[in-house]
């Protein structure tokens, strides 16, 4: 017979012994139970301490489990040639990404609801970084030639903030324009703004304190011009609590028409009428 035949045979046999093997719990508890009434015996009192006993309890169920072991060793040799069954995990096919996926942060929703601030408040400039412009020196009029002008504080003022509007009406080009606003600090006077109803990139604009007022400056830049119509410059800023009394704010206006310089210019009080002939 050959050495392969004769493997094949004592792997079968040693796999039925496996099977059929059952330890003899009974005979091996009953041994457990003769050891422990020998230790409940007079003479083993007097002669041997308690620990003993424990001692013969524990290796005996030590045996127990070293009975098991070695059973359970033969198994295992027996089979441990076997190889397993392979088997199969399914596993889920990776996600193909979205082309419309990025690693860029979500963009908020428009806010399709329109605003509804004052007629008379649009966005503020930002002040530009050029020096100062020089106060201008007091007007004779709020008219001349081609030229009207007009003050008046915003109605939606309140008691921390404030609008000073300046009116002008032009019926020629203007190919020169410098307009400025000039609020006297009577409390808490601070910068909180200013816009134009003319394009924003056509003008510089400087505000500043001079001589105990806040002063805005819109100047016409280089090469652009002013067309007929009428136009409004304001400038918004916070002042202490209550009431503000602008008695003493005033306006100037320089503009060129026709290649004649004109100037106008005011106060910001109540007017009977308005409207100014243009």
Request: cysteine-free.
């Amino acid at each position: 017979m050959r050495q392969q035949d004769v493997h094949n045979e004592l792997r079968a046999r040693l796999h039925e012994a496996a099977e059929t093997h059952e330890p003899d719990r009974a005979r091996i508890l009953a041994r457990i139970e003769r050891g422990m009434a020998q230790q409940d015996r007079a003479d083993h009192r007097a002669t041997r301490p308690p620990v003993w006993g424990w001692a013969r309890v524990v290796s005996a169920t030590a045996a127990v489990a070293g009975m098991l072991a070695v059973g359970g060793y033969a198994v295992a040799s027996a089979v441990k040639d076997d190889k397993p069954q392979q088997q199969t995990v399914a596993v889920s096919p990776t996600p193909t990404p979205s082309p419309d996926a990025t690693s860029r942060a979500p963009v908020p929703p428009v806010d399709t609801t329109p605003s509804t601030p004052p007629k008379t408040q649009r966005p503020s400039s930002t002040p530009s970084t050029k020096p100062s412009a020089s106060v201008l020196p007091p007007a004779d009029g709020e008219k001349d030639g081609p030229l009207w002008s007009d003050g008046s504080v915003d109605p939606h003022s309140n008691d921390f903030w404030a609008q000073s509007n300046i009116t002008l009406k032009t019926s020629e080009q203007l190919t020169a324009l410098t307009v400025q606003l000039k609020v006297a600090q009577t409390g808490g006077v601070g910068n909180a703004g200013a816009w134009r109803s003319l394009p924003e990139q056509d003008f510089d604009l400087t505000v500043g304190e001079q001589n105990g007022f806040l002063v805005y400056t819109w100047t016409l830049k280089e090469g652009r011009t002013v067309a007929k119509g009428e136009w409004v410059f304001a400038g918004q800023y916070n002042h202490q609590r209550g009431g503000r009394d602008a008695k003493d704010d005033t306006y100037t206006i320089t503009a060129t028409a026709d290649g004649q310089q004109r100037a106008v210019g005011g106060d910001f009080a109540a007017h009977a009428d308005d409207e100014g002939d243009s």
